[in-house]
């Protein structure tokens, strides 16, 4: 079902102009359409990736120049498996930023997921297969549940999700028994999602080829569909200038990462998962259905948005990719340990999905945001521990990124209201 009445700005990366204007007058007419909202949106302050994109050259710049490793193929490849537990997570809760709530259970589902598989396959001799299957499920379970107590019971998201910490915390601990950890085999399906490598060039340069040819054949796709319907659409030039740039990214990330042990399966794994639910979010009736309801609860409701399904499956698609992010966690340490339920992991997946770019309001947001604000945040880390700087000072800068993020996006929504527009 497509969405009527969303608030304008509502949207992933800022990216497509607004469905409903009509670009009158031909061909020209409809670019300088696509221009004049492209205009409108900076001078209502969305400047969608933007500032997390310089806030993550400059944090690879400063690192850089205080220590010559930190570009390094070893380290970034090494920073590009570190970010995908946190990274999974982050993109779940992204869905929930969306619909302008707010999700406190993740880091203790990522937890739960990783304890549950280690009992059920370790102390039990479950197969590593059904074992993950029970995980992850437990982990949508769960994320219902909460969704439902929020919807149908009206418990507010902050107070469900914060009982959810408590008590799937504390059902970690006890899988976890008196050791507090359970290890796993190191050769095992969960222990290879993060030691896995693609080292054959044919791989992993056909993977940069399909990649970027994949963008092209989708952008103009929707150029001519938009085209047809008189809707504003990206220039050709504009569509061949993205192509380029995701081509350089995607080259020199096969090439560098090839110069250490190859291209991730965990990167991988965690690139498909940002790219499928970016899709969902920007191309199906679900995705426009969770950034209405982001835009306003009424105004959804009478838009014919089945409120109560989106707000359950929203916490559904958190708990679900909380549990996933929870076995990239163990998977990196070839165990299930209290960690991820110590608190950090929920606080830098809510960071990066903010410093990457969704709005704690609602409405405005993009899965990739997961990737830019854990990228940043995980470079932060890296970084400071080439230089042996104390934890302490990772916290406070990455404390100083996550607010002027936040003010940032409070300043767009001023702006916005202030023009009658929120």
């Not at 920073?79 to 993740?106: K, N, P, R, Y």
């Not at 504009?238 to 020199?252: D, G, M, N, Q, S």
């Not at 399904?309 to 698609?317: A, C, G, Q, S």
Request: glycine fraction near 14%.
């Amino acid at each position: 079902m497509a969405v009527k009445g969303r608030r304008a700005g509502a949207g992933t990366s800022g990216s497509e102009p607004p469905a409903g204007r009509r670009g009158g007058g031909g061909r020209r007419g409809r670019l300088r359409a696509y221009v004049d909202a492209g205009r409108r949106r900076l001078h209502e302050g969305e400047l969608g990736p933007a500032p997390a994109l310089l806030a993550l050259a400059v944090t690879w710049t400063v690192f850089q120049g205080l220590n010559e490793n930190f570009l390094s193929p070893r380290n970034l490849s090494v920073l590009s498996v570190d970010i995908v537990g946190t990274g999974m997570v982050a993109v779940g809760v992204v869905f929930v930023l969306l619909i302008g709530e707010i999700d406190l259970s993740v880091g203790s589902l990522a937890g739960l997921s990783g304890a549950l598989f280690a009992a059920l396959n370790v102390n039990l001799g479950m197969a590593e297969w059904l074992a993950v299957l029970l995980a992850v499920a437990c982990g949508a379970a769960t994320g219902a549940v909460h969704g439902f107590f929020f919807t149908k019971i009206g418990v507010p998201a902050f107070v469900v999700t914060l009982a959810g910490l408590l008590a799937w915390n504390g059902l970690m601990l006890f899988l976890l028994g008196p050791e507090g950890s359970i290890s796993f085999s190191d050769d095992g399906l969960v222990a290879t999602l993060t030691s896995r490598y693609f080292g054959a060039a044919a791989v992993t340069y056909g993977l940069a080829v399909l990649g970027t040819a994949g963008y092209v054949l989708v952008a103009f796709r929707d150029r001519r569909r938009r085209g047809a319907a008189g809707m504003p659409y990206r220039p050709v030039g504009e569509i061949w200038a993205r192509a380029v740039l995701l081509a350089v990214v995607a080259f020199t990330t096969v090439y560098v990462l090839g110069r250490f042990e190859g291209l991730p399966l965990a990167l991988l794994i965690f690139l498909g998962v940002i790219v499928a639910s970016d899709l969902c979010l920007r191309r199906t009736p679900y995705g426009r259905q969770v950034l209405a309801l982001g835009g306003g609860v009424e105004a959804a409701r009478r838009a014919g948005v089945d409120v109560a399904h989106v707000r359950i499956t929203v916490f559904l698609v958190s708990g679900t990719l909380a549990a996933v992010g929870g076995l990239f966690v163990a998977s990196r340490l070839t165990s299930a340990t209290q960690v991820p339920g110590s608190g950090m992991l929920l606080i830098n997946a809510i960071a990066a999905a903010v410093i990457g770019g969704t709005s704690l309001f609602g409405g405005r947001g993009s899965t990739w945001s997961a990737l830019l604000g854990v990228l940043i945040i995980q470079s932060i880390a890296s970084g400071m521990a080439l230089l042996g700087v104390q934890p302490a000072v990772q916290f406070m800068i990455t404390g100083g990124v996550l607010l002027t993020a936040v003010a940032l996006d409070s300043l767009a929504r001023h702006a916005a209201e202030s023009r009658g527009r929120a």
